[in-house]
């Protein structure tokens, strides 16, 4: 009798603590929504103010009117480009805080990845020029995806970017992409660099939102420490694979795997 007793006992209190935990479950989830949201409107809503920011300080700086005393192009500059920074940033917070709500829209179509990044290479030729660094693209001469052209852009230019702040003048960025028939076709995009290279245990870590090896150094180079953990999300919404191999002191290469 007490054993039946001790298990009807059990039993309720099990059911009581499964409601009582689900219960508690529904107001911690609309918590996190909640904070979603506002983080979401708050990239939104920050936006408009800073571009408008930015365009008076241009305007300042283009107007051939007036002579600006030495120290005021300073402040001037300074201020431009920590208005760039704050622009970058809350654009980042943004594409996250909606790729945390599941609200980005991913709009896959057929195209050829070489004739994308031919373009947009040339584009940041520029950037690895002024940091007298090498910057080449090689692999296939064509290679039809199915992705989300936008995204794939915005993924290649991270990588690149990256690739040329953290390497040392003289150096070198590759760009490889191929195509993979085995286990399933897929398209491999690889950017290797000849820089400071990421230890074992760091690597673990680069993907995580606003982790950086080194504060000073990514804020020198514009960076917001977001950059890694919008490439893993583009490349898990597209189903594929993103890893880091590494020697400290010689380099890194970042490997994404796409289906194709
Ligand atoms: P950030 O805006 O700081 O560059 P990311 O999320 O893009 O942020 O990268 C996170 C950190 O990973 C960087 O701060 C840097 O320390 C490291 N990292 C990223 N790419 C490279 C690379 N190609 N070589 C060396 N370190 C890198």
Redesign the pocket.
């Known amino acids: 009798m007490m054993v039946i007793l001790s298990l009807v006992f059990l039993i309720i209190a099990a059911f009581a603590g499964h409601l009582l935990a689900g219960t508690a479950m529904i107001p911690i989830k609309q918590a996190f929504s909640r904070q979603r949201e506002f983080v979401a409107d708050a990239s939104h809503e920050l936006r408009t103010p800073l571009s408008v920011l930015q365009l008076s300080a241009e305007a300042v700086q283009n107007d051939n009117d007036q002579k600006l005393s030495p120290f005021s192009t300073q402040v001037l500059d300074d201020m431009n480009s920590e208005i760039r920074r704050m622009t970058r940033l809350i654009n980042d917070l943004l594409t996250l805080a909606r790729a945390d709500a599941g609200a980005t829209n991913i709009i896959k179509e057929k195209f050829d990845l070489v004739a994308m990044a031919k373009p947009l290479v040339r584009s940041i030729q520029p950037l690895a020029v002024v940091k007298r660094l090498k910057l080449a693209m090689s692999g296939d001469e064509t290679l039809p995806i199915t992705a989300d052209r936008e995204r794939i852009s915005q993924l290649l230019l991270?990588l690149i970017d990256?690739?040329i702040?953290?390497t040392p003048a003289g150096g070198k960025v590759d760009v490889l992409l191929t195509r993979t028939a085995t286990p399933k076709p897929s398209v491999t995009i690889a950017v290797s660099?000849t820089?400071?290279?990421?230890s074992e245990k760091e690597r673990k870590l680069?993907f995580e939102r606003f982790?950086?090896?080194?504060k000073a150094r990514?804020r020198e180079e514009g960076?917001?420490?977001?950059?890694?953990?919008i490439a893993k999300w583009i490349v898990d919404v597209h189903g594929g694979k993103i890893k880091v191999e590494s020697t400290p002191g010689k380099g890194?290469s970042?490997i994404v795997i796409l289906p194709q």
Do not use: H, M, W
């Open positions: 991270i990256n690739a702040k953290y660099d820089g400071e290279g990421i680069i982790y950086r090896i080194d990514s960076g917001t420490g977001l950059g890694l953990s890194s970042f």
